[in-house]
């Protein structure tokens, strides 16, 4: 069955070191990757999307994620990360049908 | 445009009990979808629809049960509450072609 990993559940950075949470997905074809971010109090919404051409993708507020076919991977970067980053991020994939499955999620802790 | 609307907010109910979830979007989106979100496992998928007076089962179906009687509207329904299904339900939305979905703020139920 298709399924979706994130590596880390709890992560806990400062204001302004570099972000890198990791994704990887089990399915051999052609797939969408996405990841929505959920801050505190608020609903799910897209960070950024891949679909096809350029593996690297820039989203919203500064971050970027990159699709590596061959690694079954869709890791999301920040160089530098605020305070205002506190959240969970979910990674997801859909391989062309009706569904998308997404990870267990990310939290993100940001001290200021 | 309010995007997806979903009613109520929070519900307590007792073991036994029934209830409705409405999600409701104007954005006229054929495909409509019900998650639950708890803690560690991300987002799991309950029941989806791709159009109007059409469902099929997710990945947690038991003790689910929808309806999408109008194309705006997807309803998910609880028979006989448990305190199993105490989560966070989440209604989104998207159409065919981009595979971005909208979610809705979610409603916070809690079974006693």
């Known amino acids: 069955a298709q399924s979706v990993s994130q590596h880390n559940h709890h992560v806990i950075l400062s204001e302004a070191a570099s972000l890198e949470l990791g994704c990887n997905y089990s399915?051999?074809?052609?797939?969408?990757l996405f990841w929505y971010v959920q801050y505190p109090g608020q609903h799910l919404q897209l960070l950024l999307k891949?679909?096809?051409?350029?593996?690297l993708v820039k989203g919203i507020k500064g971050f970027e994620a990159e699709f590596i076919k061959s690694k079954f991977s869709f890791n999301l970067r920040k160089p530098s990360v605020q305070w205002s980053d506190t959240a969970e991020y979910f990674c997801?994939?859909?391989?062309?049908?009706?569904?998308?499955?997404f990870g267990a999620g990310t939290r993100l802790f940001v001290k200021a | 445009n309010a995007g997806v609307t979903q009613t109520p907010k929070f519900r307590v109910l007792k073991t036994g009990q029934s209830m409705t979830l409405l999600c409701a979007q104007d954005?006229?989106?054929?495909?409509m979808y019900w998650y639950r979100q708890d803690p560690g496992m991300g987002l799991r998928l309950i029941h989806y629809?791709?159009?109007?007076?059409?469902?099929a089962k997710g990945e947690v179906p038991d003790g689910y049960n929808v309806s999408r009687l109008k194309k705006q509207n997807f309803l998910l329904g609880l028979e006989s509450a448990a305190p199993s299904q105490t989560s966070v339900y989440f209604c989104?939305?998207?159409?065919?072609?981009?595979?971005?979905?909208?979610f809705g703020p979610g409603t916070r139920l809690t079974v006693l």
């Open positions: 629809s791709v159009g109007e007076g059409t469902t």
């Open positions: 989104a939305s998207r159409t065919g072609g981009t595979d971005t979905q909208y």
């Open positions: 954005m006229n989106h054929e495909y």
């Open positions: 891949y679909f096809s051409g350029d593996p």
């Open positions: 399915y051999g074809g052609t797939v969408n």
């Open positions: 997801a994939v859909n391989t062309g049908g009706f569904k998308t499955i």
